[in-house]
């Protein structure tokens, strides 16, 4: 079974200081590896996806397939980065339903 | 363009009743997941559609929830004999093909009393 582990309900930090938001997940194959984010009265959305390798907002996430995880980092934390973000999973059975952690809602205070 | 709309936003019903929530993809995306999302969790898959065809209904928790996508466009997913274990927010999704990028709707925040 796959399963996505994210063990912080709740990361605060002060604006400028470095963030990680943990992510852990478990599929016996090759999974895609997701970050959604959903802002204060927003709808969910794509963060990054692990395969596009890009940065976001400043974020990026590297996939640790030895430590299975993926977790998500920024250098410096900005207010506008207060919001829930879930960590996702999709397996290589050729559609991407999306598996996804419980989430880590992430306050950055001025 | 419009993206993902649900409707209703909100949606309170009494127990044992019937509730349909209504998705509306964005224009000419295939793939079509339903999921739900109880209070401090993150969302759980329930079903999902290629087209018309219902591919997985794997996710859906017993045979009172149901959803169908009858002309390849708009869902339903309906639920009967509602029960207080069902209040959530029901989220829609779609994407341009199976591997796409899933692009969210609103959701729906159903209550049962």
């Known amino acids: 079974a796959q399963r996505v582990t994210q063990p912080e309900k709740l990361l605060s930090v002060f604006k400028g200081a470095p963030v990680e938001l943990k992510c852990n997940y478990s599929?016996?194959?090759?999974?895609?590896l997701f970050w959604y984010v959903q802002y204060s009265r927003q709808r969910l959305q794509l963060l990054l996806r692990?395969?596009s390798r890009e940065s976001i907002k400043g974020f990026t996430a590297d996939l640790n397939k030895g430590e299975t995880s993926f977790h998500l980092k920024k250098p410096f934390a900005q207010e506008e980065d207060s919001a829930m973000y879930y960590c996702?999973?999709?397996?290589?059975?050729?559609?991407?339903?999306?598996?996804f952690g419980k989430g880590t809602m992430l306050l950055v205070s001025p | 363009g419009a993206g993902v709309s649900q409707s209703p936003r909100y949606k309170v019903t009494k127990r044992g009743q019937d509730v349909a929530l209504r998705c509306d993809p964005i224009?000419?995306?295939?793939?079509l997941y339903w999921y739900r999302q109880a209070l401090g969790q993150g969302p759980e898959f329930l079903t999902y559609?290629?087209?018309?065809?219902?591919?997985?209904k794997s996710g859906l928790p017993n045979d009172r929830f149901s959803a169908e996508r009858p002309e390849g466009s708009i869902s339903t997913l309906t639920i009967q004999r509602t029960e207080q274990r069902d209040s959530a927010m029901y989220r829609c999704?779609?994407?341009?093909?199976?591997?796409?990028?899933?692009?969210f709707g609103p959701g729906t925040r159903l209550t049962v009393t």
């Open positions: 999704a779609s994407s341009l093909a199976g591997a796409g990028e899933q692009y």
């Open positions: 599929y016996s194959g090759s999974p895609e």
């Open positions: 692990h395969i």
């Open positions: 996702a999973l999709s397996g290589s059975s050729g559609y991407s339903t999306l598996t």
């Open positions: 224009s000419g995306h295939v793939s």
């Open positions: 559609f290629n087209y018309e065809a219902q591919q997985d």
